[in-house]
């Protein structure tokens, strides 16, 4: 008992696990394939955050994310962009990574069949606008992107993005999260939304009280350094934001793939 088992990396590439709700050798091809959502209450979307984090915490290496999941993390990703109706992220992170706000061809026609748009919306969170439009973020145009900022940012800021992105200012001097995802639902018919960061727009929708689902990969390294944690960093933790309940638990070479159902205090 208590030996260490070296059969995670043993493993081939082209087995998966999944450890929770009950042991399987699965097909990474298999995890969260045909993902179904619930349509949430009616006031906003249902909301699912999708994050990567080396063991110790750390959120990015370098300033960015790319170099901590794996290709199947990534691939899980697009899997839950799939089953979603759009996708938000905070402005920073917009500014730090190459978003590219899509799903690969066979998910796009696998929505199309089911009645869908072939890929989610994407949506941004910024005060400032200091976005480029010229960004991967904003290549399907402003039907199918939307900045929701505030009614305080700059007018040339939001006339340099308009052919881009539709532009929708909520609030004063930051965007009311609440009224945006009212926005989203009421307006733009999305009943469920992924939330890809990063640590600041996470941490305000939990403490909000918004956010039903985490999926967390938990990846096989450690990066020291004091960066922000999936919730933003700032100092030591005061209270529990959030009870958490894990719905299913997968793994695939030593990464760890978590989801968890968010229970409201
Ligand atoms: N590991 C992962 O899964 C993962 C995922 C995503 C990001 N990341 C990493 O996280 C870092 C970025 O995260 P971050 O916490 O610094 O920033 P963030 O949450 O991505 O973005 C923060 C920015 O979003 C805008 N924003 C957020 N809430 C707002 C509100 N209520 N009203 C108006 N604007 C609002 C503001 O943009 P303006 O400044 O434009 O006003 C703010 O500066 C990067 O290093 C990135 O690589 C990691």
């Excluded at 439009?133 to 939001?158: E, K």
């Excluded at 965007?175 to 009421?186: F, N, Q």
Aim: charged letters at 25%; aromatic letters at 4%.
């Amino acid at each position: 008992m208590g030996d260490f088992v070296a059969s995670a990396s043993a493993r081939p590439p082209e087995l998966a696990e999944r450890l929770l709700p009950t042991w399987a050798e699965i097909r990474p091809e298999d995890i969260y394939a045909g993902l179904a959502l619930p349509e949430g209450p009616t006031d906003r979307p249902y909301v699912v955050l999708n994050m990567v984090a080396t063991v110790d915490g750390q959120v990015a290496i370098g300033g960015r994310a790319s170099g901590i999941g794996s290709r199947l993390d990534r691939a899980l990703m697009r899997r839950i962009r799939a089953a979603c109706d759009a996708v938000m992220v905070g402005a920073a992170t917009l500014r730090a990574e190459r978003v590219d706000p899509s799903v690969p061809d066979e998910l796009a026609e696998a929505r199309a069949v089911r009645g869908l748009p072939p890929r989610p919306m994407a949506v941004a969170i910024s005060a400032t606008l200091d976005l480029d439009p010229s960004w991967r973020f904003f290549r399907h145009g402003p039907d199918r992107t939307l900045v929701l900022t505030t009614t305080t940012a700059p007018r040339d800021r939001a006339e340099a993005l308009a052919g881009s992105a539709t532009v929708e200012r909520i609030g004063g001097d930051s965007v009311d999260l609440v009224e945006a995802l009212a926005r989203l639902r009421g307006r733009y018919g999305v009943e469920r939304l992924v939330v890809e960061g990063g640590p600041t727009l996470n941490r305000q929708l939990v403490a909000l009280g918004l956010v039903d689902e985490l999926f967390l990969t938990l990846a096989p390294k450690l990066a020291g350094g004091g960066g922000p944690s999936i919730l933003g960093g700032g100092g030591p933790a005061e209270k529990v934001m959030a009870e958490l309940e894990l719905g299913s638990l997968h793994g695939w070479d030593g990464e760890l793939f978590f989801r968890y159902r968010i229970v409201q205090g």
